[in-house]
Structures are given as structure tokens and as C-alpha cells.
């Protein structure tokens, strides 16, 4: 660049930097000996430069910014007396200071503080200087000065210093002096340039995070906002909200975070806010409408650029991200996602091919993640790929595998990153950008060149004003026409300037103390991961990829840099509104189970409470014990496909045998069709009490000789019913018979008893009819009170 050549003068070897200062000293000598000697005037110069900070100048108005001749310049401002004692005799006056030949020169004269005779000029005095009353400590007076441009004599075009300074006296300065001053730029260019500057101005429409992955449980997913805070950018003198309305009158390139529209289209219906462990209505509603609808006129017509989604922070990606496997694969579908996104809400059809990393900073690296989202063209910054020419080079140049970088310049793009609140603080920053962009056309008077201002990604309010009144103030269009980035990449680039991508260790360290850590990688890939094994299972994925895989590409998001206390619990909420999700797909807990015969059906619930069917799962039930009990036609392990409607549950049977008496533990798991495992797997007990055929035999002979007694007792008794009432008597042999029968005498029920105790055998034994095993005998405890299942 420019300012860089203009810097190299003072690149001396230490060899000429000692040379220069034996001469110095040699001189030093008699330079001293003679200020001795100098007239009182020459001595009042160096005190006067010296006190020329007891007042503070502000200078708030500079109109027009840009005159011509026959313009009448207006100087506004206040003065402050910033030292201990009163200042009387105050008067401001204008000076004109000498045409800067270069940008070097201009940045020269913005860093230089107090009053210098040679360099500030001299007053103009008369008419044009303005009585100020006495200014006690700490007070302030506010001035204005009207001149004609024509009064000031800046004969040839450029870029004049021009500053305002207070002069008067304190009690302990007996004379008149400068005791403040305040200087600025003027750019000279009454008639137009023959080659004119092309600028492309980008206009960033970013925001932070504000919408979180949940989702209400209604049909329509009602959005869950982290907090509401956006409403008051969007509404009317909120940041975004003067952005478009600033933006909509200028010849700009919109540089927009589909995210932020996605957001902001959230609000426009019913949606909730986080409020502790709690969430409340939402109720700014009008306030996105409003800012949409704007922001939809405002960019009709002009250039629109879409960054991936969420704005994902490609440095960290490049130097943290890759160590994590799986990070870049978010990046191309945020692209993907991007256009969709403007395309539906701003009616526009974006251009998707630029990436931009933060602060324009790159490295080898950066640049190849960026290329792996789809992006062909990379928004770096001059600091970052610094020139050694005496000009300022066309924006656009290739960097090696079809990419191109396109350079924003560094000094005009951050000209609004200070706090421009105050008047005094916006008004030099407005000269200065201008007076840089008439230097760039002087610089090469006969070619027409290339720039682009890439400004910070969130500027404030009145940042983004200050930077408007810049680009308004070029609306004259004498040295500097507007363009768009899409025709800033398509101009030849300069042969001369750099296609050098800076090495990784020239990438400041300042910002990569803010790169997102390696551990917010890790957590994304859990995340992503888990999103993985659950949309396999639903019948309608898109309910829970869209956003929850948004919120993903929020997770990276540039925005939260300088911030991990602020972006770690933000990602845990996603992982864990994700884990609630895929909770509501289980196995219902089973209690043990008794089973009596050689087989039965053993049941397993899965539970479907979310609101779309889950299909593509199967579940395994595994008996431990397959030597006791085994399952679906002689299996140890047996598989059944799962498929529920939302909010109802399914009874899965499998068929199972026994073989031999004694507890077998059951594991249950459900499975996703690929095989990974799904949700937690459920334990239960199934306790085997088979029936064998010589207590079958006992139990038949025992019913059979109930049955008997009870046929004979029902004969008896009507036998002797009929005798009693025809006034007989029963004999008494047939009354003992009766009376054996119904068990009053002997040992009631024996039958029954021996044929009881069969069954009730204890487990704690080997079992008669267990087969020989390759380990000792089961050992199980007593059934509990478990359900039984049916054969």
C-alpha cells in the first residue's frame, strides 16, 4: 500500500541509525548554544507548542465535507478547558495547513498532537476569527466558523490538513498563545478526476445468537428463544434496525447472515423465551414484521451476499477445528442451507461463492477451509496481506487453486472501529476516509482502480452512521464511483501486488486468543453425532434436523468469540434439548417374570412419546442362559423389527422355551437398522418353574380321585335324602363312606399337597431336569411378585 512505501523511508539500518545520531549529537552542541541566544519569539514557539493541549477542541461539523468553489465552509465545535486556571482573551481561528502528498502523509498528521507553527499554518485571522468569552476551569464554549472556500487558497487538488485552534491567555502566561488545536482533512477536488476510484462498500447484517435448538411439542414447533434481546436491535433506532434504514439509501453490498433472517422470521409468530427454568410468550411480533418488510425493499436491486450459516468462524475452523474429526463436513450444507434462506425471505437470489473470515485475517489454512465450503473467492484485509508498493492495488487477486482473494482496504475499513457517539469523534473520522480515498486516486492519476471497505461484521449504531455520512460524502462521485463486490472481483488484478498468502505465524495472536477452544469441536461432533443415530429413526426427519442442525452451525458461529463462558452452556442446552428428544423413544421397565411349561411369550414395550412415528428399530432381547431358556425357536438372541405411530406405545412378543428350571436374566436393547445401539438397554429376570411329566401324572391322578369322591358323595347324599324322607335311615357304612369322602377324617386334600410341593421345589438345588453344563449349577433366589406370563 501506499502508506506502506511511505513508512519505508523510516526503515534505516543501525549502522545509518548511528550515524545519523553522532551527527545529531555533534550537532547538539551548537543547535543549544544558539537557542540560548535566540530571540524571545523562537522561545515562545516551543512554550506555545508546549501548552497547546490546556484546551480541548472538538470539532463536530465540517459541511460540506467535500466543497468546491464557491462553497462556504462551516466549522462547528466546543472548546474545553481542560487545565486549572481560567483562559481569557480566547479566540478560535482557522488554519490551512500544507497539501499531503500521500496516504503516509495523511496518517502522519492524524497521529500528531499539539500546536506545530510550520505544519498547522498559519491563521487566517480578520473576519474569520471568532471571540470566545473567558473559559473558567473545566468549562466549555461552543463555535462556529463560516468561510469562504475561495479564503482559504488551496490552488491544487488534494488533500488539505485544515485545523481550528483556541489562542489565549492563563495568569501564568502573560501573552496571547495556542493553547489547543484540532485538525483535520479537507479534500480538494473541485472538478472531476479523469480516472475515478471504483468503491464496493459491504454492509454486514450479523447478529448473535439468540434462537436455540427446542422447540415447542405443537404441530407448528413453536421456536424457544435463548433470551428476546434482538427485539431491541430490530426496533426503530436499535442497531439493525438503522443499518437497513441507513443502508437502503446507499450504493452498498449486503453482506448478510442467513441465521439472523431465520431468526428474525422465528419472531414473526408465536414464540417463547427462556426465562430460568421456565418460558414465557414472546411479544415483538410487529417489531421483526417491520424490520423484514424493510429490510426486503431496502435490498431489491442491489447485491446481496450470503455467508454460510450462522456464520461459522473459519479461523478457529482452520486451527482448531480440524483436529476434530467431522468439523468440516458442517460447512458446505451451511452454505447450502444460505441461499434457501434468502432466497425465501428477502425474494433475492444471493451470491454464495464468498467467504470472510474475521477481521479479514488469513493463512494458508484459512483459506482452505474456506474453499471447502464451497467458496472460491476469500474477503481478506490489507494488514493481513500487506503490499510494499507506493499505491494502492486493485482489491482482487488470485491466490493459487482458482481462488481469489479480494483485499479490503485496511485503514479505510476500520476508520469507524473507535466509539463514534460523539460528534467530535465521527466528524474527523468522515474526513479522514475521505481524504484516503481521494489519495488513492491521486496516486496513479491516469488508472482507474479498485478498492473495497469491508467494515467490522457488527457495527454499532452510530458506527454504521458515521460510515453512511463517508459514504454519502462520495456521492458527487468527483474521484469516486460506486461498485459492488461481484464487478470488484471480476477487475483485472494488478500485476504488481501480492498473491502471497501470509504464513500461519503471521496470523495476529491477539485474535487467535479468541478462536473457538478444541473442546467446542468436541462437543459439536457429540451433538452431531447423537442427531446422527436419532433422525435415522423418525419418519419425518425434518422436524428435528432443521433445528437442531442449525443450531450446530450456530455452535461455530464467529460471533462468539472473546466469549466462552457464553458459548459452552449454549452448546450443552442444544446437546441436552437433543438427549430429551430421543428419550421419548424407550423401553418401558419390565418386573420379573414367572414362567411355567416348556413355553410362553415374553412381552417388551416401546414407548413412542414424541409426535411423528419412529420406524427402522429393532430390538434384541438376550437370554443369558440360553442353556435354561431359549428364545425364538432356539436362539440365545432374537431380533424384532419396531415400528410406532407418535404418542402410542408397542408390545413386541417374542416366543421363548425352557429347558430347565432356575432365574434367567434378560437384557432388552433397541438398535437402530445399522446397528448402533439406541437409548439404554433394560434388565429383567425370567424365573422358569417347569412342570415335568411324573408331577403332571400325580396332579391327573389326584383331580381324578377328587372327581370320584364328589360323584359318589352327590350319590350318597341323595341316596340318604331320598331314606330320611321316607322316614328311613341311612346305613352306616355308607355314612362312613360319605364322611371319608368329603376329608373329615384321615389326611384332607393329600393329593393335592404332594402335587403342590412338586411345583414349589426350591432353585436353590440343581434342578432334576437341568442338562449337564459346561459351567456348575444356577443358583436363583425366590420368584418375586412379578407379572406371569401366559402360555
Known amino acids: 500500500m501506499a502508506e506502506a512505501a511511505d513508512f519505508q523511508s523510516m526503515r534505516r539500518s543501525p549502522a545509518r541509525r548511528w550515524l545519523r545520531r553522532m551527527a545529531a549529537a555533534a550537532a547538539g552542541g551548537p543547535l543549544l548554544a544558539g537557542l540560548l541566544h535566540l530571540p524571545g519569539a523562537s522561545l515562545a514557539s516551543a512554550a506555545e507548542a508546549a501548552g497547546s493541549r490546556t484546551v480541548d477542541v472538538s470539532l463536530d461539523t465540517v459541511q460540506p465535507s467535500a466543497p468546491v468553489k464557491g462553497d462556504t465552509l462551516t466549522l462547528s465545535g466546543t472548546v474545553t478547558n481542560t487545565g486549572k486556571r481560567s483562559v481569557s482573551a480566547a479566540h478560535v481561528d482557522v488554519r490551512l495547513g500544507s497539501r499531503l502528498s500521500s496516504r503516509g502523509a495523511i496518517e502522519d498528521a492524524a497521529r500528531r498532537t499539539g500546536y506545530s507553527p510550520t505544519e498547522d499554518g498559519a491563521a487566517l485571522g480578520g473576519a ?33 490538513q485544515i485545523g481550528v485552534s483556541l489562542s489565549g491567555r492563563t495568569p501564568s502566561s502573560g501573552d496571547d498563545r495556542v493553547l489547543g488545536i484540532e485538525r483535520t482533512f479537507l479534500p480538494w477536488q473541485p472538478a472531476a478526476a479523469k480516472k475515478k476510484t471504483q468503491t464496493t462498500v459491504l454492509w454486514p447484517l450479523i447478529s448473535s445468537v439468540h434462537l436455540s435448538a427446542e422447540t415447542g411439542s405443537d404441530a407448528q414447533q413453536t421456536p424457544v428463544f435463548e433470551d428476546d434481546d434482538l427485539a431491541a436491535e430490530l426496533a426503530p433506532g436499535g442497531r439493525l434496525e438503522r443499518l437497513v434504514a441507513l443502508g437502503a439509501d446507499l450504493p452498498v453490498t449486503w453482506v448478510i447472515d442467513p441465521d439472523l433472517l431465520a431468526t428474525a422470521e422465528a419472531m414473526t409468530g408465536p414464540y417463547l423465551v427462556r426465562s430460568g427454568d421456565t418460558t414465557v410468550q414472546g411479544k415483538n411480533q410487529s417489531v421483526a414484521n417491520q424490520w423484514l418488510n424493510a429490510l426486503d425493499k431496502a435490498v ?28 468440516l463436513r458442517h460447512l458446505r450444507p451451511a452454505t447450502e442451507v444460505a441461499q434457501s434462506t434468502v432466497e425465501t425471505i428477502l425474494h433475492v437470489k444471493p451470491t454464495v461463492d464468498f467467504a470472510w473470515p474475521v477481521e479479514g485475517a488469513v493463512d494458508p489454512s484459512i483459506i482452505d477451509v474456506a474453499t471447502s465450503a464451497g467458496a472460491d473467492k476469500v474477503i481478506t484485509r490489507s494488514d493481513s496481506m500487506r503490499e510494499n508498493l ?23 475499513s476500520t476508520a469507524f472501529d473507535d466509539d463514534m457517539t460523539r460528534a467530535g469523534a465521527s466528524t474527523p473520522a468522515v474526513q ?24 467490522q461484521r457488527m457495527p454499532t449504531a452510530s458506527q454504521a452512521d458515521s460510515l453512511a455520512r463517508a459514504v454519502r460524502g462520495l456521492a458527487h462521485q468527483r474521484w469516486s464511483q460506486p461498485s459492488d463486490l461481484v464487478a470488484a472481483t471480476a477487475v483485472k488484478p494488478d500485476p504488481a501486488a501480492t498473491t502471497q498468502v501470509p504464513a500461519p505465524s503471521r496470523y495476529p495472536k491477539e485474535l487467535r486468543k479468541k478462536e473457538l477452544l478444541r473442546a467446542a469441536f468436541l462437543d459439536i461432533r457429540t451433538t452431531q453425532s447423537t442427531l446422527d443415530n436419532f433422525t435415522v429413526i423418525l419418519t419425518d426427519r425434518r ?24 458459548a459452552q452452556p449454549y452448546r450443552h442446552r442444544v446437546l441436552e434439548d437433543l438427549k430429551s428428544l430421543t428419550d421419548e423413544v424407550q423401553l418401558i421397565d419390565k418386573s420379573d417374570l414367572t414362567l411355567s411349561g416348556r413355553s410362553a411369550t415374553i412381552p417388551v414395550t416401546v414407548q413412542n412419546k414424541l409426535l411423528q412415528g419412529v420406524d427402522r428399530l429393532v430390538l434384541r432381547l438376550e437370554s443369558t442362559k440360553p442353556t435354561r431358556l431359549k428364545l425364538n425357536g432356539g436362539a440365545a438372541v432374537a431380533e424384532l423389527p419396531v415400528r410406532i405411530e407418535g404418542g402410542h406405545s408397542q408390545s413386541v412378543k417374542f416366543t421363548a422355551s425352557a429347558n430347565a428350571n432356575g432365574p434367567v436374566p434378560m437384557t432388552a436393547q433397541l438398535f437402530t437398522e445399522d446397528g448402533r445401539a439406541y437409548g439404554k438397554p433394560m434388565q429383567f429376570t425370567v424365573k422358569v418353574s417347569e412342570i415335568t411329566s411324573a408331577v403332571m401324572l400325580v396332579i391327573a391322578g389326584g383331580v381324578l380321585l377328587l372327581v370320584l369322591a364328589g360323584i359318589r358323595m352327590y350319590t350318597q347324599r341323595k341316596r340318604a335324602a331320598a331314606l330320611e324322607a321316607a322316614g328311613g335311615e341311612a346305613p352306616e357304612d355308607e355314612a362312613a363312606e360319605a364322611a371319608t369322602a368329603d376329608g373329615t377324617d384321615g389326611e384332607p386334600g393329600s393329593g393335592t399337597a404332594k402335587a403342590d410341593s412338586v411345583v414349589a421345589e426350591s432353585d436353590d438345588e440343581a434342578q432334576p431336569s437341568d442338562p449337564a453344563a459346561d459351567t456348575g449349577p444356577e443358583s436363583g433366589g425366590p420368584s418375586g411378585p412379578g407379572e406371569r406370563v401366559n402360555r
Do not use: C
Not at 442491489?302 to 455467508?307: E, G, I, M, Q
Not at 507506493?390 to 479505510?412: F, M, Q, W
Not at 481521494?438 to 471497505?453: F, N
Not at 434436523?545 to 461455530?556: D, K, L
Open 543 to 566: 422436524r428435528v434436523v432443521t433445528p437442531f442442525g442449525n443450531a450446530i452451525n450456530r455452535e461455530m458461529s464467529a460471533s462468539w468469540r472473546g466469549r466462552p463462558a457464553d
Open 300 to 327: 431489491q436491486g442491489d447485491k446481496v451476499v450470503a455467508l454460510p450459516y450462522g456464520d461459522p468462524d473459519l479461523a478457529s475452523l482452520a486451527h482448531r477445528g480440524r483436529e476434530v474429526s467431522g468439523s
Open 128 to 160: 474569520y476569527t471568532v471571540a470566545i468569552p473567558a473559559i473558567p476551569a473545566g468549562g466549555s464554549r461552543d463555535f462556529t466558523i463560516t468561510v469562504p472556500v475561495d479564503e482559504l487558497g488551496m490552488d491544487d487538488e488534494g488533500v488539505y
Open 432 to 455: 479522514r476516509f475521505l481524504a484516503h480515498t481521494l489519495a488513492i486516486t491521486h496516486e496513479r492519476p491516469g488508472t482507474a482502480r479498485s478498492i473495497v471497505i469491508a467494515p
Open 390 to 412: 507506493s499505491y494502492t492495488p486493485n482489491a482482487a487477486r488470485p491466490v493459487g487453486g482458482g481462488t481469489t482473494a479480494v483485499v479490503s482496504d485496511a485503514i479505510l
